[in-house]
């Protein structure tokens, strides 16, 4: 008996819509939610936490590479299957989703048996992911409770929320909390990965990460700053570079959870 996923559907175009609703119940899927808007469908989406999301490629308010960007914003996890169903053919709109991390891409009218059957396998090898890590985390968080978790640490260091570097320097912590290799090629593997998911340059990563590690020194609590970074604190040398200070939070963060 197939599992009862449940479905967020996200189609401005009615009879679109009404197609993937069919397809859904036909198949055994639970629909949490139907809406036309990307920026309604991202707040329903970290509100709902559905297994399944089918999206057209256009919104009424943004495309659905806007949608992600809220997501992300909004330090959404990727553990959800996301698809892009739409009745536009084109070889762009099907490079741009796919380079974002858009698992399914399928044309509307689509064959059903193939798109359920690419869903759950889909969904089994992301929950098979997903077990696997936490096997290596002692405190079995998932990925939004992790990323929370750095959130919390970067404000207690002194980063504000509201600067780019903030943004820039918790992705760094969580890819490396992901693959400590990174680390070891901060220029040329870290830099322009966060650069390409946000749509800018290595240089930029690096001069926004560089001011936050600035603010943080002005304004931190003296007494955290010490606590994680003293040897550098004391040190005639001042700041830690870019690369100390998110290899040392990334360390702080894998002592504190026992993250292996």
Known sequence: MNTKLKAIVVQPNMENMRTVCEFLKSHGYEISATTP????AAALIVKNEPQVIISDAYLLDVDVCGMLDILEQRGFSGKSVFVVATGINSACIIENVLNRGVDLFTLIPFNSEYA???IRDIYAKKQQSALAGRSSCGAQMDEFELLNYVSRLMHEVGVPASIRGYDYIRESIMMALDDRNIL????????????KSNDTTSSRVERAIRHAVEVAWQRGDV???NNIFGYTVKSTKGKPTNGEFISMLTERVRLDLKIS
Request: overall charge neutral.
């Open 223 to 225: 007494e955290v700053l």
């Open 184 to 195: 070891k090629s901060i220029t040329k593997e870290l830099y322009p990965s966060i650069a």
């Open 37 to 40: 808007s990307g920026s309604e």
């Open 116 to 118: 359920d059957r690419k």
